[in-house]
């Protein structure tokens, strides 16, 4: 997570009293999420140029730059910072999240209940809006997790695209479920296997809920692997 990415630089000249240094973006994000770097960095040490003086707004991506040449100074101020050290702990050190749920847009609520049910959520609330709803599910003991959005008078399929690939559940007995969703008209894509014939991996199949979401059922357990990198990344 680069917080960069999610922050937009606008620059906007402002006459400063003579003496007074210019602040650049990169000091400020410095300051902003990692104040444990020393504050008496010096500007004009670091960067020779002029710089517009920024503000930060809420979206895009870093774009003052040089007063002089009109090159993206600032960028490669943020990239020399980002080189330098700055990443996932800086950030993760001053924030505190937790996953929340996976929203998906269904269209028939019962059928999409129904199933559901069948692998062991539970429906836990609704939010109701002028023109849809959403309906939040959970499994025993967890949050909610699962928010199906109804969006009323939607009656032509979603288009799942080529980018969602799957949510994915453990279970207790990967066999003994399949034979209870058989009962109900619901059968796995292919029967259980072990993914790129690894059985250390241990045994998975997919079934899909009413609106083609993919759903992986992984039997018993699933450690976090742990392989090396991909030869491409190398």
Excluded at 28 to 52: G, Q
Excluded at 131 to 157: F, H
């Amino acid at each position: 997570m680069r917080m960069c990415s999610n922050i937009s630089i606008d620059s906007t000249r402002s006459k400063r009293p003579s003496g007074e240094k210019s602040l650049t973006s990169a000091v400020m994000i410095r300051r902003l999420f990692s104040p444990r770097r020393s504050r008496s960095d010096s500007i004009h040490s670091r960067c020779p140029w002029e710089l517009e003086t920024p503000t930060i707004s809420a979206s895009g991506w870093c774009s003052a730059r040089s007063s002089r040449s009109g090159s993206t100074a600032l960028e490669r101020e943020v990239q020399e910072f980002v080189a330098g050290g700055w990443g996932h702990g800086d950030i993760l050190d001053r924030m505190s999240a937790r996953y929340v749920h996976t929203c998906i847009r269904v269209r028939e609520i019962e059928r999409s209940l129904a199933f559901y049910s069948h692998l062991g959520f539970e429906h836990r609330g609704r939010l109701t809006f002028e023109s849809a709803y959403n309906i939040y599910l959970g499994l025993s003991g967890g949050g909610d997790v699962l928010e199906l959005t109804v969006n009323v008078g939607r009656d032509e399929p979603y288009d799942l695209g080529d980018g969602y690939n799957h949510l994915a559940l453990v279970v207790d007995d990967l066999d003994n479920l399949l034979s209870r969703l058989s009962q109900n008209g619901i059968e796995p894509e292919k029967p259980p296997y072990s993914p790129g014939g690894r059985p250390e991996i241990g045994r998975i199949c997919f079934v899909a809920d009413p609106d083609g979401y993919r759903i992986e059922l992984i039997d018993k357990d699933f450690p976090t692997p742990q392989d090396p990198p991909h030869p491409s990344t190398v």
